[in-house]
């Protein structure tokens, strides 16, 4: 099991007084007598079949102290629920707060009451490793666990003296929830940044179910100290977070409370001053300087019309050096190729190598020097979360964009997303919120959609069978927009032979087992603007027989998958990723011996104006060709809409089944042999 131990939010916060009394929270009994209930209870009503579910959950956040307590309560209702025994519990190693895990205790208790304590050590994992920092895990086992055993740990992290975390409560996980306790009791002291001056406040931003609440408590000063704030959140019966396929990212939909200090008095404030300031900061670093002034001089000539010297710039850019997919340089490594501090676009462009973030930053000060109107913008990707203006945090602003005027009219550039085609966005920038720069400061940007032909994949197969029912010959994918830049990125964390074997197993996906899937070339694999082509040699079984009748899925790459939608209902709606437009042709070449029984009837449906899809068959003496379209227009169907859309799917998808029936000539008497 994992368990959120390091908040993303953090502030670097100096004490205002010499000298601080440290105080601590009253004591707790460490560990909760298992009731009989709990000892013998086999199910939860509200999550019937579920592994395991918190019987207890606690978090409590001590500022004066610098650390949170974490404690929990487990059941295991299956042999699956098992599996929550081995704890991770993940931190953050170097940086500024130092923060350890320590005071890990736990214990498995017996449906009988009995008592196994954890004897043994956590070791650490590690988990990712960056320039700066490790990004490792705690991990321990509690002993002798089966099916009815109640799981109890409990463990403390601390940090820096000088350093204060604002707490992020996390109030749903994988697993039902029966009470949960939450306590949050920050510094009495005062505090400052060291770029923003004293803290005014202690704010927060809740999403809860309808009836629970955060609750402030404030008690009297004690001797020179100011007035002490203890802040609360008791919940009970939390409902696991939705599993269901094709979801929103799931922290925009799970119950959360997101804490943070604060100078300002409300949400107006806050975005204004600080969009201002980030717009300030990055202009600084933006420019331009004379060696960028230079470059957009040479590179695009005032001569060329607009969008071709915008397409020039960007293709400069694209070809620098994206560390974000391969390496930053250390700092030893830069001072030997005589590189200083990064402090501008200039030493980006120097260097001929930067993140994402400060390749999208060259981009908008070369289109600066080249007499363009250019922003840079900040937004939300949504791979992961949804912007929340709510949250006064820059923090959940993580991806950039370039904005330039062209004609009086904003276009939109992803020069940080590597492969990027020119004047598109990746997926996850597009029809999101975030903050741009403007004239007099910054604002809030929401970013255009792509349409469905954008993201087009064309598969194409060339096929051969034999008497026997094997196939043989060439199948070719077309990729552009956004599935092409998936396959360009990752073979940009890899090698050729790791691309090729991704790109087979892909393949052999579609086609099921016992076809032989091999990549013949890839081509344009680098070349952003243009459709990336993979070819596959194949061969192998692609029907099933029925005497002696061969049974061809209608579509070989979508008639042997999984239905899209298989629940009746559904707790939210529908969220895919990008709109897409997918063709299929299958050419099947059969032999002298066979003859086409029966074929599919053409089928042509559409739901709504979001989404459509066509089949047609065409029949040869010697072969048949399946032509298939599905367009789908949309990235978000409501709730509401789930039924209907489910039935669009249900059908098309039952036609990509329908199978092409063959039928192997009955052999003449003269050949029967002897």
């Not at 299956?78 to 929550?84: F, I, L, N, Q, S």
């Not at 192998?540 to 899209?564: C, K, N, V, Y």
Request: glycine fraction near 6%; proline fraction near 7%; charge should be negative.
């Amino acid at each position: 099991m994992e368990v959120r131990m390091t908040p993303h939010r953090a502030l670097y916060l100096l004490f205002a007084a010499l000298a601080v009394a440290l105080l601590t929270l009253p004591a707790r009994a460490q560990w909760t007598p298992p009731t009989p209930e709990e000892l013998s209870m086999t199910s939860q009503p509200e999550v019937p079949g579920a592994p395991a579910v918190y019987l207890y959950r606690e978090e409590v956040t001590d500022d004066d102290n610098h650390n949170y307590s974490i404690y929990a309560r487990i059941k295991v209702l299956t042999e699956r629920g098992k599996e929550y025994g081995t704890i991770e519990l993940p931190y953050e190693a170097g940086g500024h707060a130092h923060i350890e895990v320590t005071e890990i205790v736990g214990r498995t208790i017996h449906p009988d009451g009995s008592i196994v304590p954890f004897t043994g050590k956590a070791f650490d994992k590690l988990i990712e490793k960056t320039k700066d920092n490790r990004f490792m895990a705690k991990v321990f086992s509690l002993p002798d666990i089966e099916v009815g055993s109640i799981l109890e740990y409990r463990y403390r992290v601390r940090f820096e003296d000088n350093y204060f975390i604002s707490p992020e409560w996390l109030i749903q996980s994988k697993l039902f929830t029966r009470k949960a306790h939450y306590q949050w009791r920050p510094t009495v002291h005062s505090l400052y940044t060291r770029e923003k001056g004293q803290i005014n406040s202690v704010q927060w931003f809740p999403l809860l179910p309808p009836g629970d609440a955060v609750k402030l408590q404030t008690y009297p000063p004690i001797g020179q100290q100011g007035p002490r704030s203890v802040i609360t959140l008791d919940i009970a019966s939390v409902p696991p977070i939705p599993d269901e396929e094709y979801l929103p990212p799931i922290t925009f939909a799970s119950y959360r409370v997101l804490f943070y200090y604060s100078e300002y008095n409300n949400n107006t404030e806050f975005w204004a001053k600080e969009g201002k300031n980030w717009s300030k900061e990055k202009d600084r670093f933006i420019g331009p300087g004379p060696a960028v002034k230079a470059a957009a001089q040479e590179l695009a000539p005032a001569s060329d019309p607009p969008i071709d010297r915008l397409r020039k710039l960007y293709a400069s850019v694209m070809k620098l050096e994206n560390t974000d997919f391969t390496r930053e340089h250390t700092s030893s490594e830069e001072k030997a190729d005589g590189n200083k501090e990064i402090r501008n676009t200039d030493d980006i462009l120097t260097r001929k190598r930067g993140s994402g973030a400060q390749l999208t930053e060259l981009f908008v000060a070369l289109a600066r020097a080249a007499g363009f109107k250019a922003y840079l913008s900040t937004v939300t990707s949504r791979d992961h979360r949804l912007f929340l203006q709510g949250f006064l945090s820059l923090s959940q602003l993580d991806s950039d964009l370039a904005i330039v005027q062209v004609d009086g009219k904003d276009l939109f550039f992803d020069p940080g997303e590597r492969y990027m085609p020119f004047q598109h966005l990746a997926w996850t920038h597009t029809l999101v919120r975030g903050l741009r720069q403007t004239d007099k400061g910054a604002d809030f940007v929401d970013s255009p959609g792509e349409t469905f032909k954008f993201s087009h994949i064309q598969r194409l197969a060339d096929v051969q069978l034999d008497a026997h029912g094997e196939a043989s010959g060439s199948i070719r994918f077309i990729y552009s927009g956004d599935t092409a830049l998936n396959w360009r990125q990752r073979a940009l964390r890899g090698d050729q032979t790791s691309l090729n074997r991704q790109l087979s197993e892909s393949c052999e996906r579609l086609l099921g087992k016992g076809t032989e899937v091999k990549v013949v070339s890839v081509d344009k694999l680098t070349d952003y603007e243009e459709p990336l082509t993979v070819v596959f040699s194949v061969k192998g079984p692609i029907g099933s027989t029925a005497g002696h009748r061969l049974l061809i899925s209608s579509d070989l790459f979508e008639g042997m998958q999984d239905p899209t939608f298989t629940a009746k209902d559904r707790k939210y709606g529908v969220y895919f990723h990008y709109p897409y437009f997918a063709q299929d042709v299958v050419r099947v070449h059969y032999p002298p011996s066979m003859t086409v029984e029966s074929m599919p009837k053409p089928l042509n449906t559409q739901f709504q104006k979001m989404a459509s899809y066509g089949m047609k068959v065409e029949q040869a003496p010697s072969y048949y060709t399946i032509r298939r379209d599905l367009a789908v227009g949309e990235v978000l169907f409501p709730k509401e809409q789930y039924g209907d859309l489910r039935t669009f799917y249900t059908g098309f998808e039952a036609q990509d089944r329908e199978p092409v029936v063959l039928k192997a000539a009955p052999v003449s008497a003269s050949n029967g042999g002897n």
